[in-house]
């Protein structure tokens, strides 16, 4: 069914709340051009597991066949970071730009790109990874 859905869609995409290898699976083999692992927030389910948790087996499970993007408590250019060492593609960030563009609109949403864009900066020069693609498991310590 979803397979159909992705077809007639027409356009790339995207399945989000992606939280074990399996469902990574069936969502590569639907045809879906990327994945979002995300617990959404931890509100689905007691007891879920953080995404940094199950990251890395996800990205090792569909093995370049698809974007893997990641979400879940990511706040910082730290937190960015540490999820493309995992094998992230990618992050989203949802809800620190929903409080930027409240207390600062368009003003407060550069001020918080620019604070992530630093901090990864600094993370990067600090494990001596000059380019995004230098980032792996090897700069962290999990």
Known sequence: ELAEIIKAAGIPFIIKGIMTEEGALKALK?????????????RVLDQCEPTASVLSDIVEAVDGQMKVLVDGGIRTGTDVFKALALGADGVVIARPFVTAVYGGGEEGVSLYIQKLAGELEDAMRMTGALTLKEIDATKINY
Do not use: E, L, M, P
């Open 30 to 42: 639907a045809g879906a051009q990327a994945i979002i692992v995300s617990n959404h927030g931890g």
